[in-house]
């Protein structure tokens, strides 16, 4: 089976702290995501990476940076945290973008910011 | 744009009873169209996923359709149980990059026992 993993599943953190999530799959696959989900407005692209080193823009990037060194994990930074930035955080990963690809969750990272 | 409209929102049924979840979507140029299945607090887990080519996709008591041309996708549960309960998610795939992936705001579901 598939796995993501999302080393934290609770974090709180002060407004202005440098905030980092964590997620590692274990499918060698190319594809990553990161989102984020709050009441209403549903599940956001922040942004994604489709190999090392590259990465692209989502739909809500903005106060957001990403980090993909190695094949198998990819960081979501936040260099200044906000209390707008209190959401739950999900990490995603699918094969090779081709057309049939599954899109795979982790269990998600429950951020507050005070 | 496409948007992605999931009726009912929410749905509460006895035990046992064969149900069914609606989504629809207004680009039918999908490439597939995957349901995901979402408990309170956790991640989503992947259910079925239909490819464009596909009308249907069965695994275990869940039955997934899939009418391009009409933009419509039903999730059909049978037997439902207590386990059954959660939020239920359809996400329509528009471009070859898994990027364009978008998500319906769900059916919160619920089986009583």
């Known amino acids: 089976d598939v796995k993501v993993t999302q080393s934290s599943r609770y974090l709180v953190k002060r407004t202005g702290e440098k905030v980092f999530l964590e997620c590692v799959q274990d499918?060698?696959?190319?594809?990553m995501f990161w989102y984020r989900q709050d009441p209403g407005l549903g599940l956001r692209l922040i942004y994604f990476?489709?190999?090392?080193?590259?990465?692209e823009k989502g739909d809500i990037p903005e106060g957001y940076s990403v980090s993909r060194e190695k094949k198998e994990r990819f960081s979501l930074i936040l260099e200044s945290a906000s209390t707008n930035q209190t959401s739950m955080y999900l990490c995603?990963?699918?094969?090779?973008?081709?057309?049939?690809?599954?899109?795979?969750f982790g269990e998600g990272s429950r951020l507050t910011v005070l | 744009k496409q948007e992605v409209t999931q009726i009912p929102a929410a749905l509460s049924v006895p035990e046992g009873e064969n149900l069914v979840l609606n989504c629809s979507f207004t680009?039918?140029?999908?490439?597939?169209l995957q349901w995901f299945r979402q408990d309170p607090g956790k991640g989503l887990t992947s259910l079925l996923l239909?490819?464009?080519?596909?009308r249907e996709q069965t695994s275990g008591r869940l039955n997934a359709s899939l009418d391009k041309s009409s933009g419509r996708s039903t999730l059909y549960i049978a037997a439902s149980q207590p386990g059954d309960s959660a939020t239920y998610l359809c996400?329509?795939?528009?471009?070859?990059?898994?990027?364009?992936?978008?998500f319906g705001s769900g059916t919160r579901l619920s089986i009583r026992p």
């Open positions: 995603a990963s699918s094969p090779t973008a081709d057309v049939a690809g599954e899109l795979f």
């Open positions: 499918m060698d696959h190319e594809n």
């Open positions: 990476s489709y190999d090392v080193k590259m990465k």
């Open positions: 680009d039918s140029a999908i490439y597939n």
């Open positions: 239909i490819q464009s080519s596909q």
């Open positions: 996400a329509p795939r528009q471009g070859p990059s898994a990027s364009k992936i978008i």
